[in-house]
């Protein structure tokens, strides 16, 4: 059974910086493609990084690109998200999935997810 963890969410000051982590067990790690999704209040699940296999490959939506960045370490299992110049409109759960097939934008590519994490920014 594939499980996905995440960790090292919390409340920041707008600004800040913030890195949370996901480590997954159960699978082949390093045949996932990884990504972050977001679901603030009241709104839909959204895209926020992925990382392909290796690490090749990367891509970010216009609302966080050159703030964040993900990246993957294969040895530990893990993916990890770090957040540079905190919005308060970047508050919301963040969730890291897998995927089997090629790096996606679509939740409906992903096979494994976390629980998810709150990360609140506050102005």
């Known amino acids: 059974q594939v499980r996905l963890v995440e960790s090292g969410g919390g409340s920041v000051q707008a600004g800040d910086s913030l890195s949370v982590s996901c480590v997954v067990s159960?699978?082949?790690?390093?045949?996932?493609?990884m990504a972050w999704f977001r679901q603030a209040p009241g709104k839909e699940r959204e895209f926020v990084a992925v990382i392909g296999r290796l690490g090749v490959h990367t891509n970010y939506p216009d609302p966080v690109k050159g703030r964040f960045t993900i990246s993957r370490d294969d040895a530990k299992n893990t993916v990890y998200l770090q957040m540079n110049s905190l919005k308060p409109e970047d508050t919301a759960v963040y969730y890291c999935?897998?995927?089997?097939?090629?790096?996606?934008?679509?939740?409906?590519?992903?096979?494994?997810w976390g629980q998810g994490i709150q990360v609140t920014v506050s102005s």
């Open positions: 159960g699978g082949t790690f390093k045949t996932y493609s």
């Open positions: 999935a897998a995927s089997s097939t090629i790096p996606s934008v679509l939740e409906r590519h992903y096979d494994y």
